[in-house]
């Protein structure tokens, strides 16, 4: 019989104890308010009552006062690299073990953690080892089982224990409809240190120059029966010319730390959006999102999580490494440059013998991603009338099609059309997943505050807020970019939730999460006296293509500001890190994250030390 939520159902090593998570037992008033499921241990916020994640960093910080970071899924506590001991902050390194492959048993307090299938799905899952044995291991969870243990057990569940004969890997199976990815444990004999990580330095990045001629000119360079190709090549002012031109140089150790930084990074921002979702109140009004809206961004972090595709970041080398400017999570600019045209370029210059390419893999981890994506039914792409965006919709086009899904790119939206609460494209077929370049601050923009809580009037609600979403309607004849991005009847790749770690509003917050992080600038919402010393950088949490952003010195002198629609935006203060120098220009690197991995990397630069949409794009080599 499940006991009433809250019960204690038993108690583990320290004292800690393991509490029944059967929301069912409780009434919808009980539901209202979910800031009164945060769970709170001598100051530190352990997590939501009584879920699996929360008892795992309640039993590290009562036994051995540690805690993991905040993350997005159960699951996701596999990757994570080390725990904080909340005394002073001194880092440990956690340890990985694959399920399978591991010869050594778990060691009692290691987390075990499952892949999200089966009964897990969707979050994963994790548990404590309290006890390992070469035949079975004991293990105490929460939010599985909502029955009082038997008098004198002191676990959760008894998991059979295999070990392989022949290469002694060890095998712990689950009595549920569940897959154990492994278990990760902390040692504490050691501290955790950045320096093991990959780092880059300015000198492992290098300008170099090759001479285009008239002959390498009327060789044709780029496969004009593709499409984004021929729009590439209705542009004159894109093409090149004959005389000197700018190419980079990588080191294959700069190379490893931009994959690393990527892939990371990545999942730190993710992780942090998870956060920021967690404490709306206090976070919420910084990021310029109408109220309204936060239950549909919830809606999209549980349910549409894995529809992310491709992501860019931005990075200047320092002296100190690398340091990310932020994470275009919601854009495609760069794309087709960085998957096709540079290496394409880079063989037209005869470069092909130095080095290899830093991208090669980019066109293929698209495949991949929506292959990986189940995608059901057609698949629209939607862009503006622009060529930039045309060219980068075609080849994202490509690369679903390669997966073998049915494509349709659509420019513009007034071919769009609305039969009940279908959307038709200008041949008749029904929009159902839906990939676009414009941001999703432009649907934002196409609504007030007013309109968007009656835009939202008819989502449905359970009681603790999680909604149902709804056909929505507006006061506008004409279809919106809203009618397509908010219907509840199309899926959409990059999904709702990637407003949050596209805006600059996050920074401040990741700051917070990880502190003194090397891949990280000091961001804040104030301009503070050590942002004041040391030079910042002002942008708009909503700025897009290097608009609106001022870039001011320790003495506070302005050394470069940039114009734009976002000037009336709220302000984020960024520490100042001024991107490197070569030949005249100010070079940027940047990073495509495909499906959360490095699928590529490319270059821009520009005389201006801002970036902009008409800075030019380099090809980069990775050389050994």
């Known amino acids: 019989m499940s006991a009433p939520f809250g019960t204690v159902l038993g108690t583990t090593d320290g004292g800690v104890e393991v509490h029944c998570c059967d929301y069912e037992t409780l009434g919808e008033s009980a539901l209202a308010d979910r800031n009164d499921f945060k769970n709170v241990v001598d100051g530190v916020t352990t ?28 699951y996701d506590i596999f990757r994570l690299k080390y725990v904080r001991r909340v005394a002073d902050n001194v880092l440990f390194p956690l340890v990985p073990h694959a399920n399978g492959a591991a010869t050594q048993l778990p060691a009692k307090g290691a987390l075990l953690i499952w892949n999200p299938l089966g009964k897990f799905e969707l979050t994963g899952h994790i548990a404590v080892v309290v006890d390992a044995t070469s035949t079975y291991t004991d293990i105490v969870e929460q939010n599985v089982d909502f029955t009082v243990w038997p008098a004198g057990q002191t676990y959760s569940r008894r998991l059979p224990t295999i070990i392989d004969p022949k290469t002694g890997g060890i095998t712990l199976q689950c009595t549920h409809d569940g897959s154990i990815l492994g278990w990760t444990s902390v040692n504490f004999e050691i501290e955790y240190n950045y320096e093991d990580v990959p780092k880059a330095s300015p000198a492992d ?25 021929q729009t590439f090549l209705a542009q004159p002012s894109w093409q090149p010319s004959p005389g000197v031109s700018d190419y980079f140089c990588m080191s294959r150790h700069g190379q490893a730390a931009l994959e690393y930084a990527t892939e990371h990074l990545h999942h ?9 979702l967690h404490h709306q109140d206090e976070l919420g009004a910084h990021f310029r999102i109408p109220k309204a809206l936060w239950p549909r961004l919830w ?48 063989s037209l210059a005869e470069l092909d013998t130095i080095g290899r390419s830093g991208s090669e893999h980019l066109f293929t981890k698209l495949v991949d991603t929506w292959q990986a994506r189940s995608v059901i039914g057609p698949l629209h792409l939607l862009c503006d009338d622009d060529p930039e965006e045309l060219c980068q919709t075609q080849y994202m086009a490509a690369a679903a099609t390669a997966a073998g899904l049915e494509t349709h790119v659509v420019v513009g939206l007034h071919g769009l059309t609305r039969v009940d609460h279908d959307i038709l494209d200008a041949s008749g077929n029904i929009l159902s997943n839906v990939w676009k370049t414009w941001a999703w601050r432009t649907a934002l923009n196409e609504l007030s505050e007013d309109e968007w809580t009656e835009f939202l009037a008819t989502d449905g609600s359970d009681g603790m807020g999680w909604v149902t979403p709804k056909h929505g309607r507006h006061r506008y004849d004409s279809i919106k970019l809203v009618d397509v991005l908010f219907s509840p009847s199309i899926r959409v790749f990059e999904p709702l939730w990637t407003l949050i770690p596209s805006s600059k509003a996050i920074l401040p917050v990741l700051n917070t999460l990880y502190p003194h ?108």
């Open 47 to 74: 997590g939501y009552k009584w879920q699996c994640v929360e008892l795992g960093r309640r039993y590290l910080l009562v036994n051995h006062g540690v805690v993991y970071d905040n993350i997005a899924m159960a």
């Open 299 to 346: 809606h999209s972090w549980i349910h549409a999580k894995p529809d992310f595709v491709a992501g860019r970041f931005d990075f200047t080398l320092t002296q100190e490494g690398l340091k990310v400017y932020e994470y275009n999570a919601d854009s495609a600019s760069c794309l087709m440059e960085c998957g096709y045209n540079q290496d394409a370029w880079a």
């Open 268 to 276: 730190m921002f993710l992780d942090a959006t998870d956060f920021i």
């Open 517 to 624: 992080h090397p891949l990280l600038l000091t961001s804040s919402f104030v301009l503070t006296p050590a942002l004041q010393a040391a030079g910042y950088v002002i942008k708009p949490v909503a700025g897009r293509a290097g608009a609106n952003i001022s870039i001011v010195d320790a003495n506070g002198s302005v050394l470069s500001q940039s114009d734009g629609r976002w000037s009336n935006d709220t302000p984020v203060y960024q520490e100042l890190a001024l991107l490197p120098k070569h030949n005249g220009k100010y070079v940027q690197l940047g990073t495509w994250a495909i499906g959360g991995e490095h699928g590529g990397t490319i270059i821009r630069a520009d005389a201006n030390k801002i970036m902009g949409l008409e800075s030019f794009v380099y090809a980069m080599r990775v050389i050994d």
């Open 205 to 229: 990045f290098t300008q170099h120059q090759v001479t285009l001629t008239e002959a390498h000119l009327a060789r044709p360079w780029l496969d004009p029966s593709r499409s984004y190709v």
